[in-house]
């Protein structure tokens, strides 16, 4: 392939690291991802509100989010592989450490500050810069198939722990879990992981589509600082705030929802695990289809579809929609993340993409953290979810409006390439 030197058996490493983002990142989103699973165990022990219970999940929710930006500096400084591999192993001492727990400060910590802090290397944000550097032309593939990592672990890790719990305890459950990423995930970040293709006697990333009229240029390619103000960032980081919001109340408060209207545990975690599979379709679609025809459209058309979701169980609570919306929704789930970091890195460039990308996933935990605590406390003193569904539904057609605003041309440039400002 020209452009590229091949790793010895003549496959690009870059698919290596790939790989190995692929794994953690399967094991770290199913964790994050499962806090519903525990939620009416945890409840029932601790004797507390929902509300109450569904603070620490938004502490740490906003934690992952002020962390991320932090972790794209960190990384400028020691490399993607040292920050990744700090991030699993955060991730893993949180879940072994919630088994330990006998009050709700016990979650506090665990959960709310040790989990949240993991955001500095075990992220969508983490990963990418790292992949900008490995993977240019094919950059929205890359993207989701790293994303599609914490979809399919929504699928296999999900439905394990409420297996696990059933049979071992709550306790039990995350002892194991916590010590599995410890002693197998952590290791093999810090063995896999190369920060950039220099580092193998590599000169670029992956090779150049052949025969491509259309070349990608970086319109901002300014200190970090110089592009808080510019147009896309702040659609950007306006619109993945509904992204945080939206997916979290399906996250934390699907399960006991469900519950309420008189479905089963099992069948609502099944339902929610089945999603997270349709989630997997979801980003393989788009990433690609970025690559070709331009992102903002996928990614507008993405928060459309997660609206309907929301709509539909708002108005029709019956055993098919106890279905359809996860799977709606999981359709959607991750999609937006390859999209919204493939943006980033179009208009800012490699150089500055974690550090924004960064600030963006703030703004995507804050919503989440919002959402979180937000839907607990609307139950509380409603009875009810569905005015927290309906304020989800028309966030993702805001969303999706906020989008389709941002001027994806300043990115493409037809004929011959040139050379940029300093």
């Known amino acids: 392939m020209s452009g590229e030197k091949t790793a010895p058996r003549g496959i690009y490493y870059g698919w290596y690291i790939l790989a190995a983002v692929f794994i953690f990142r399967l094991f770290g989103g199913g964790l994050r991802n499962s806090f ?10 601790l004797d507390v509100s929902r ?39 955060l991730t893993g001492l949180a879940i072994f450490g919630m088994s330990q727990i006998s009050t709700i ?31 240019e032309e094919r950059r929205g593939l890359a993207f989701s198939i790293a994303a599609s990592g914490a ?18 305890g709550w306790r039990t459950t995350f002892f194991w879990s916590g010590a599995a990423v410890l ?14 293709p220099e580092d193998m006697g590599l000169t670029s990333a992956d090779a150049p589509a052949g025969g491509a009229k259309v070349f990608r240029v970086v319109p901002y390619d300014l200190p970090w600082v110089q592009c808080l103000h510019k147009k896309p960032f702040i659609l950007l980081l306006s619109s993945f705030f509904t992204c945080g919001f939206t997916v979290t109340i399906i996250a934390v408060h699907w399960i006991p929802f469900a519950s309420d209207m008189g479905f089963s545990p099992a069948v609502a975690a099944t339902a929610f695990a089945v999603g997270g599979a349709l989630n997997t379709v979801g980003v393989l679609v788009t990433g690609p289809l970025s690559d070709k025809y331009g992102r903002k459209v996928p990614l ?12 539909l169980f708002i108005f029709f609570k019956n055993d098919l929609t106890v279905w359809m919306t996860p799977m709606i929704v999981g359709l959607s789930w991750i999609a937006t993340v390859p999209l919204t970091s ?36 609307i139950f509380d003193v409603t009875g009810s979810y569905d ?31 040139q050379p940029q400002p300093a």
């Not at 992952?64 to 699993?88: A, D, E, H, K, M």
């Not at 002693?183 to 950039?196: D, H, Q, S, T």
């Not at 179009?346 to 937000?374: E, P």
């Open 36 to 45: 519903g699973v525990f939620f009416k165990p945890i409840l029932e022990e």
């Open 51 to 89: 509300a109450a219970l569904s603070l620490p999940v938004a502490v740490s929710l906003v934690l992952f989010g002020i962390s991320q930006p932090i972790g794209g500096l960190l990384i400028n400084r020691y490399g993607s592989r040292t920050i990744i591999s700090l991030g699993v192993a």
């Open 105 to 135: 400060w016990g979650i506090y910590f665990f959960y709310g500050i040790v989990l949240g802090m993991s955001g500095l290397g075990n992220s969508a944000t983490a990963v990418t810069p790292m992949l900008s550097r490995w993977f």
């Open 151 to 168: 979809s399919l672990g929504q699928l296999l890790v999900i439905p394990a722990l409420a297996l696990m719990l059933a049979a071992l």
């Open 183 to 196: 002693v197998i995930i952590v290791p093999m970040c810090f063995l896999m992981i190369k920060n950039r």
């Open 300 to 311: 507008s058309l993405v928060y459309l579809l997660r609206c309907s979701g929301f709509l």
């Open 342 to 377: 493939a943006l980033t890195g179009d208009f800012f460039g490699a150089k500055n993409v974690g550090v924004l990308f960064g600030l963006i996933s703030v703004s995507h935990q804050l919503g989440s953290g919002l959402s979180a605590w937000l839907s607990g406390y």
């Open 387 to 417: 005015l927290a569904f309906a304020m989800a539904a028309y966030l993702c057609v805001q969303a999706a409006v906020i989008v389709y605003l941002i001027d994806e041309k300043e990115t493409r440039q037809t004929g011959d390439p």
